[in-house]
């Protein structure tokens, strides 16, 4: 198999019909009549061979500036194996796999590397929450990965049959990835206590809301692994922001400008830090594409804007809160003890109702991670069904 600079695996599922030289790369046409174009330094500093990328980082080992300012292709040919071979104006020639070129190909919109898409959801759309046979996702690859599937596209699943034991919730996360952790500790108990430092720690009901919006970064993912709901009351709200919020563009498109745009102040309240950030509710990628939206109900500083921004922010806020509370655009589930909720804390808002704390115990037990260590995961586990190991 031709080499390729990284550790993936390329099907050659298309074939390279022919080659040639064109003003500052190479052109490629292909058996479905796509035609590529690559850049002389793109395809260079790319090359799979032992002196461009080192043959055990997989790194490139080339620095840009040693290749020469007028490098060209003086000969490109297509071998017996299907390969692009291209001989370099320096003397140097290199090969490229087919299936490695096809999916970096600009021209033919590769899938290779994309996760699955979201799927926004009402309760109707999503019906329940998505759940999944806790210990076959500790042995079984397959299940693990319609495990990370649905925490990603729907933004949240449950895990369940899980042990009712309180290392759980540093074992499961960890499938995934790395734990975050922050100022309430590695892992942290979600129960009432005598000393609350978050109004999570009571038996007050808690409205729609997302995890450390004061920070610069909120965590990506919530792990809550129940050990006790044996209270009247304390069931589970979840509601998908990213669907609130194209409710709110159709509905109400000034308030969505609004909440894009409007830096909103966020801060903790604690005797021992300070946690402080202003960044608008809606966060959008570099694509005009929801990345995120933070909502805290407790967590909102004094706005600090002039009357009629302040006035303006509360009209959209108050909009998009009431969206939030219509029935139908949010879910509520229980937890059973074993059961493990995993959330896009970046999308999905979470709360509780209230509960009785005099009769029965309802106690979880919480922890954070990152998106990108899941979006890692899929990526893997889709390396691992393109080279056939599973
Ligand atoms: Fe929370």
Same mark, same amino acid.
Not at 195 to 203: D, F, G, K, V
């Given at each position: 198999m031709t080499p390729t600079p990284d550790f993936d695996y390329y099907p050659h599922n298309h074939n390279i019909h022919s080659a040639a030289i064109i003003e500052r790369g190479v052109s490629v046409s292909w058996d479905d009549g796509i035609e590529s174009q690559f850049h002389v330094y793109w395809l260079r500093e790319n090359a799979a061979d032992a002196l461009t990328c080192h043959p055990e980082s997989k790194e490139q080992q080339i620095q840009l500036l040693e290749l020469p300012e007028d490098l060209a292709a003086t000969k490109v040919s297509v071998s017996a194996a299907g390969e692009l071979q291209v001989s370099w104006s320096n003397g140097e020639s290199s090969s490229f796999a087919p299936g490695w070129l096809r999916a970096y190909c600009h021209q033919a919109a590769?899938?290779?590397f994309e996760l699955p898409k979201r799927q926004h959801w009402s309760e109707k759309d999503l019906g329940a929450v998505p759940r999944f046979d806790g210990p076959s996702v500790l042995k079984d690859r397959e299940v693990f990965g319609q495990w990370c599937e649905a925490l990603h596209s729907k933004g949240l699943a449950i895990l369940e049959n899980?042990?009712?034991?309180?290392?759980v919730i540093e074992q499961i996360p960890a499938l995934i990835g790395p734990i975050r952790q922050s100022n309430f500790g590695y892992s942290f108990d979600v129960r009432t206590s005598t000393?609350? @430092? +978050?109004?999570?720690? @009571? +038996?007050m009901a808690l409205p729609l809301h997302s995890d450390l919006c004061t920070r610069e970064f909120m965590p990506g993912l919530q792990f809550l692994h129940c050990l006790e709901n044996s209270s009247e009351g304390g069931n589970s709200l979840l509601a998908d922001g990213f669907y609130l919020a194209r409710l709110l563009q159709q509905h109400a498109p000034e308030h969505y400008a609004t909440l894009s745009t409007v830096p909103m102040d966020f801060y903790n309240k604690a005797k021992d830090s300070d946690y402080r950030f202003s960044k608008p509710l809606i966060g959008l990628d570099g694509n005009g594409e929801l990345d995120e939206i933070r909502l805290s109900p407790w967590l909102r500083a004094p706005l600090n804007a002039p009357l009629e921004t302040v006035d303006r922010c509360y009209r959209a806020l108050r909009y998009l809160l009431k969206l939030s509370e219509q029935p139908g655009n949010y879910i509520t589930t229980r937890l059973k003890p074993g059961d493990l909720l995993a959330f896009d804390n970046r999308r999905i808002f979470h709360g509780r109702s209230s509960y009785d704390a005099s009769q029965g115990n309802r106690w979880l037990r919480g922890c954070y991670g990152e998106r990108e260590e899941l979006w890692s995961q899929l990526r893997i586990l889709s390396r691992e069904q393109r080279s056939g190991k599973r």
């Open positions: 590769s899938a290779t899980l042990p009712t034991d309180e290392t000393q609350s @430092t +978050s109004n999570a720690y @009571t +038996s």
